[in-house]
């Protein structure tokens, strides 16, 4: 291009500029009379004609005054701002032209469709909430997004292209969806929202790991596979849907959060290693039976109301628990730590009025002392958190033989020495076989 004006003569020049500066002075026709206003406040411009020269100094636009044609908004190269909320744009092609758009709200409108044209390649958030918007098409070129809100319509099915590998939030909440396939590629995501559609099924890419929050609740869903690799999750929620099982893993080490409440699982397992549980919610299944690990030194609320629980035990480092609800359940026998019993004292005092047996047991193993029996062996109890444990005896402290194992599921449990006569005196330990 400079090879080319070098070569110009002046009076050429001369009629370029004058060329290019005649199209900057022509007129641009704002039909609808709201944006029309809108872009002259913008502007500070409230007479006379707008021009293209106008149209280029607009750099950010917000308007709400019922208007339902963006006609000649296409003129405004430099808007990087675009607020359109609570007008009446129904059906819309947006304009193209807009090539250093940034964001771009058109939530509260009747929107049925919206079709965005290649070019876009500066948009980075996307706000179209609680309108009827049934269709939208993101193009590939769109790779700067890293918002995208299109809760609240009707869509049934949406096409994501895989080169969004900015997107970090995405909201699809409150659709006609009823299954969702998402495209592999979307390696920022970290908040997405899905809830209260109608799915089915749904595939959650394995390559989606720094994903922090999913909420899938009010859905229909009767399996979900959640990948292991999602090892950033603090908030997973699947309530108000169909699951009878649901396997989590381990690498959950993130996970604060978890809402199982509506289902229908009869047995849960929570894996090892959740130890940043905080909030675990699983009333309103049907469980009879429900298996808590140890490490849970950080769950303050645990809700297991509306279910079939018929006995239900507390591992020992459950200190932080300060809410526990167990109404509406075939409750006989709750089994905890006598730390968490005191926590506790005002629940397990109206589960005691129910009739419920409350067991507690101490947070270290406790042998107490043997007493004789007409036989000559003795008898032993041994209390302290549920569990397996090796009983061992030595004459002297240094050589030590187990007796064998004594398993201990109420606090407490008893075992005898049937050989304890024979020696002058003796002493027992007890060790937990869990690993």
Known sequence: ??????????????????????????????????????????????????????????????????????????????????????????????????????????????????????????????????????????????????????????????????????????????????????????????????????????????????LISFRAFFNQLTNLVVPSGLKNLSTLDLAGNRLSKLSLSPNFTRLSFLDLSENQLKTFTLPNGLTNLNFLYLNQNQLTNLSLPGGLSHLTFLQLSDNQLSSLTLPPDMTALTSLFLDNNPLATLVLSETLATRLAATLSTLRSRGVSVLTYPLTVQISSPRLTPSGSFNFVLAGPPGVYAIFSSNDLVTWNELGSATNNLGSTSFADSTANVSAKKYYRAASKAP
Not at 25 to 41: K, S
Not at 162 to 191: E, M
């Open 1 to 210: 291009m400079k090879k080319n004006l070098a070569r110009l003569s002046l009076p050429c020049l001369l009629l370029l500029i004058a060329c290019v500066t005649s199209a900057l002075a022509q007129d641009v026709a704002i039909p609808d009379p709201g944006l029309n206003a809108a872009i002259r406040e913008a502007l500070q411009k409230p007479t006379g004609p707008l021009t293209q020269q106008d149209l280029l100094n607009l750099t950010e636009l917000s308007a709400s005054q019922n208007i339902t044609n963006l006609q000649g908004l296409e003129f405004a190269h430099n808007l990087n701002f675009l607020d359109l909320q609570s007008n009446q744009l129904a059906n819309l092609s947006f304009p193209a032209g807009l090539t250093r758009l940034v964001t771009l709200d058109l939530s509260f409108n009747p929107l049925t469709n919206c079709i965005f044209p290649g070019g876009l390649t500066n948009l980075a958030g996307i706000f179209i909430e609680e309108s009827k918007l049934s269709s939208v098409t993101i193009p590939a070129d769109m790779a700067a997004l890293t918002g995208l809100d299109l809760s609240g319509n009707r869509l049934r099915n949406i096409n994501l292209p895989s080169t969004l590998d900015r997107l970090d939030f995405l909201d699809l909440s409150g659709n006609q969806f009823t299954n969702l396939n998402l495209p592999a590629g979307l390696t920022s995501l970290t908040f997405f929202d899905v809830w209260a559609n109608q799915l089915t099924s749904l595939a959650i890419p394995a390559d989606m790991t720094n």
